[in-house]
């Protein structure tokens, strides 16, 4: 059960119980931010794993930049975000088969050749907890420009006759959620990004970044998504910047 909506950008309006854990350890993470060598390592790492545990009840405002059918939208509204594989991948392809927009041949070939079943992809989705648009066209534009996602498109974007297909597939979007914590990949991460914007907020200059992005590892139910931003509304041109890349999206 969430605890509620923590704001990643406002220290300030942080919740109590984590602002006591984070005053009672201040000395210990700015020292080891400051590179102090007196510190013990495993002091450090636990007061990150107890940093975590304060933050498992809680949800992140996240945003994930895809290319979706209509479909595939009004689906994630209605029953939230599954994990990806190849198996999924092989039902988006054969619902457009069905629908039309595919010929077999070609689903045979996104099939037979994508990355969705390896270890770094399978059962994770991606979401950057800052607005995509700081990412910059460099980061973010592929997401929006083919259709089936990174482990599709690494195999086809330069292929001339899977590639426009792929183009011409859906809608660039952003599924705009509210992240639970306990749904992201069990790892010191998102405490270390806490240390920091609480140091931060304390006028202690940090040379890390702050942006912070993560993968979920477990559905993310249709409660938490808030909705779906699709191309060209005014909402998506302001949290992508797409009216200043080199190259427009359609």
């Known amino acids: 059960m969430s605890t509620g909506l923590l704001e990643l950008d406002r220290p300030k309006a942080w919740p ?3 602002c006591a854990f984070l005053g009672k350890h201040y000395d210990l993470f700015l020292g080891w931010e400051t ?9 450090y790492d636990g007061a990150l794993r107890g940093l ?12 994930h930049c895809t290319r979706l059918t209509v479909a595939e939208a009004d689906d994630i509204l209605r029953s939230g975000m599954q994990m990806p594989d190849a198996a999924m991948l092989a039902r988006r392809i054969d619902a457009l088969v069905e629908s039309n927009e595919f010929a077999p041949d ?37 997401f929006f420009r083919y ?4 482990a599709l498109y690494n195999s086809h974007e330069d292929d001339p006759v899977t590639s426009p297909a792929i183009r011409v597939i859906g809608t660039p979007c952003i599924v705009e959620s509210d992240v639970p914590v306990s749904s992201l990949v069990r790892h010191e991460r998102l405490a270390l990004n806490i240390v920091r914007r609480f140091l931060a907020s304390r ?6 970044s702050t942006d912070y992005e993560d993968r979920i590892v477990r559905p993310l139910t249709a409660t938490n998504v808030r909705r779906v931003i699709r191309f060209p509304d ?12 080199r190259r427009l999206l359609a």
């Open 147 to 150: 259709w089936g996602g990174e």
């Open 203 to 208: 006028d202690h200059r940090m040379t890390e």
């Open 52 to 63: 975590m545990d304060i933050l498992q009840p809680y949800v992140i405002l996240g945003w």
């Open 35 to 43: 590179r102090q060598n007196n510190l013990s390592a495993p002091a």
């Open 106 to 142: 070609l689903a045979c070939l996104l099939k037979s050749k994508n990355q969705s079943d390896e270890i770094n992809r399978a059962g994770m989705v991606w979401f950057c907890f800052f607005p995509p648009r700081k990412a910059g066209e460099g980061g973010i534009e592929r």
């Open 234 to 245: 005014p909402d998506f041109f302001a949290l992508t910047g797409c009216a200043e890349w």
């Open 16 to 18: 109590p119980e984590l």
